[in-house]
């Protein structure tokens, strides 16, 4: 089943005196299940890395019907950091620590992942 399917449906048959009947439309309307279950793992594990060194988060859903829409921030701001299930940071920083949530959403609602945890050392 698909979004696309949402509609009027009705049905006909031939009846034993050879003649057509038609049912009664009902309306179908499908809705995509929201996103659930998500969960956050860093490279390196733990969510500790050093000074200048590479990080990247992963954001995964458990379900949801999509197209999925990814959105990642830092400490519970509204910046957008990145827009796919994978945030890479090339260099991290020391104002790179904190506490980092993804956001995931099927244009019907939208579900936050709880925090990671980031340390720089």
Do not use: I
């Amino acid at each position: 089943l698909q979004l696309h399917h949402s509609g009027n449906y009705s049905c006909r048959g031939w009846m034993k005196d050879r003649a057509w009947e038609v049912s009664t439309l009902v309306t179908v309307t499908v809705h995509g299940v929201p996103p659930s279950g998500m969960s956050l793992s860093a490279q390196p594990p733990g969510g500790q890395v050093a000074l200048g060194e590479r990080l990247v988060l992963s954001c995964t859903v458990a379900t949801g019907t999509g197209p999925l829409y990814f959105s990642w921030h830092q400490d519970g701001s509204g910046a957008l950091l990145g827009t796919s299930p994978c945030l890479e940071l090339r260099q991290v920083e020391d104002n790179d620590s904190g506490q980092y949530q993804c956001r995931v959403g099927n244009g019907d609602c939208v579900a936050e992942s709880d925090p990671l945890n980031v340390t720089v050392l």
